[in-house]
Structures are given as C-alpha cells and as structure tokens.
C-alpha cells in the first residue's frame, strides 16, 4: 500500500498540470508547423490588399512583396502577382516543383522559374536562378 502525504500530493499535482500545460503548447506548435497547401495566384492577378503576413523584400533594387512564395509588385495603388525576381531567396519551394538537371546542375522548376537549391549554415534554401 502506498500512502501519500498532502504535499506530494501537491508535488503531483503540480507535475500533472505542469505536463498537461507542455503537452498542449507542444500540440499547438506542431499544429502551427503543419504544412498548409497554399493556392498561388495566377501572374497578372490584380489584388487591392495583401495577404495576410506578406514580407516587403528588396531584389537588385526592386521592391515588392513577399508571401507563401508569391511575389507582389506596386501597381497604382493596387499590387499585382508577377514571377519571381531573380536573385530572390526562397525558403519553401512551391508546390508542384520538379527536380531537373542543367548542365550537371540540379535545380527545381515550377511554372518555368527556376530554383537552385544551395545549403547555409545546415538549412537548404533556394535561389530564383535565370537559364
């Protein structure tokens, strides 16, 4: 028979909402992690507002924006979807993306832009390259 005392009791209790509080923030952490397929606008699509969480971003001295891989550029109060520039830096390749070689170099095609993988500091991340 085992008997506990009224502050292990509390020690437990303690223990148990302590797990129970780090087992929910870790489900809500891998739920955020999840990968959401994301729907791309077609290039020349028109949009008064940008999208939620968009990045301004500055390539070879053209500014735009930035969001789930689409790039955004001013146009008369308004933003228009256009490829992405060269040079740019992407983290996440676009869904549907191809692996393909160029002369001995690997790369990934989506829609005709292509994207060469390069590795920094452990991660890979790809570059908008012109062919």
Do not use: E
Not at 36 to 65: E, F
Request: net charge positive.
């Amino acid at each position: 028979m085992v008997t506990t005392t009224r502050s292990n009791r509390c020690g437990m209790l303690k223990i148990f909402v302590i797990a129970g509080v780090l087992g929910l923030w870790s489900a809500d952490l891998a739920l955020a992690q999840r990968r959401v397929p994301v729907r791309h606008a077609r290039r020349g699509h028109v949009v008064r507002v940008l999208p939620r969480g968009h990045a301004s971003v500055t390539v070879r001295g053209v500014r735009g924006h930035s969001v789930g891989g689409t790039f955004y550029r001013p146009h008369s109060r308004r933003h228009v979807v256009v490829a992405p520039p060269v040079g740019a830096r992407v983290a996440v390749l676009p869904r549907g993306a191809v692996r393909v070689t160029r002369r001995g170099i690997s790369y990934y095609r989506h829609h005709n832009v292509h994207y060469r993988p390069v590795i920094s500091n452990g991660t890979t991340i790809f570059f908008v390259a012109r062919l």
